[in-house]
């Protein structure tokens, strides 16, 4: 099984602030990632597939980048609604396989 | 719009079965792909079973082949999964998903909110 290593597994920042998660993958993936978004008691959002193109209606200050196996979601510019866990999902192959989650706290 | 509800969780006891359904709405389920994913409580997101579009294959994660069963009635736009010999460690909120046709390759564009399992004696 693919393993998928997210960093860090909490952050806190503030609105405005640009923040980072990094995504390792313990073999090669090519660009085949994509990266949720999981507000408490709530199912999970697509905002990146592809590593790097946006899901429609996800704002552009969502940005994914990588290839291979190491990729990072961005955040350029924080808002208030985007204080949530962000998990990593690996598509190369079976079993599909998640990160363990980030979760983004407001400081 | 796109809308999926699942439905018959509950509590079971170790060892015995139950039926999740997930009641689609918006869309044909057979023409996706769909899965099964679960979260155990303040755990991260697993893969559990998917099953193809238009009568193609099922596939299960390791943790659960030979004791779950994915299916769907399409007279019914509905999905299921046949849960057996449940362990503890099959506890989670257990969510259906519809694979993106965005690309060949599962990501999953659409989920329900969830239907909780718990299993305890």
């Known amino acids: 099984d693919i393993q998928m290593t997210q960093s860090p597994s909490s952050v806190s920042a503030s609105v405005g602030d640009r923040v980072t998660i990094t995504c390792r993958a313990s073999?090669?993936?090519?660009?085949?990632l994509a990266w949720y978004q999981q507000k408490p008691g709530k199912a999970p959002k697509l905002l990146i597939y592809?590593?790097?193109s946006l899901q429609t209606g996800v704002p552009s200050r969502f940005s994914g980048s990588g290839s291979g196996t190491d990729f990072t979601l961005t955040v350029s510019s924080l808002q208030p609604e985007d204080f949530a866990t962000y998990y990593c999902?690996?598509?190369?192959?079976?079993?599909?396989?998640f990160g363990q989650g980030t979760r983004l706290e407001i400081k | 719009e796109v809308q999926l509800e699942e439905s018959g969780g509950g509590l079971v006891q170790p060892g015995g079965s139950l039926r999740l359904s997930c009641a689609a709405s918006?869309?044909?389920?057979?023409?996706?792909?769909m899965y099964w994913v679960r979260q155990a409580p303040g755990r991260g997101l697993e893969y559990v079973s998917a099953?193809?579009?238009?009568?193609?294959?099922?596939f299960y994660a390791n943790s659960v082949k030979g004791r779950f069963t994915i299916s769907r009635d399409s007279s019914k736009n509905t999905l299921y999964l046949q849960m057996g010999s449940l362990r503890p460690e099959d506890m989670a909120l257990y969510f259906c998903?519809?694979?993106?046709?965005?690309?060949?390759?599962?990501?999953?564009?659409?989920w329900g909110q969830g239907t909780l399992v718990t299993v305890s004696s």
């Open positions: 998903a519809r694979k993106s046709t965005i690309a060949a390759v599962p990501y999953f564009d659409s």
């Open positions: 918006g869309f044909t389920l057979s023409h996706y792909a």
């Open positions: 099953i193809g579009s238009n009568g193609g294959g099922t």
């Open positions: 073999q090669d993936i090519s660009n085949w």
């Open positions: 592809g590593a790097s």
């Open positions: 999902q690996q598509a190369n192959s079976f079993p599909l396989t």
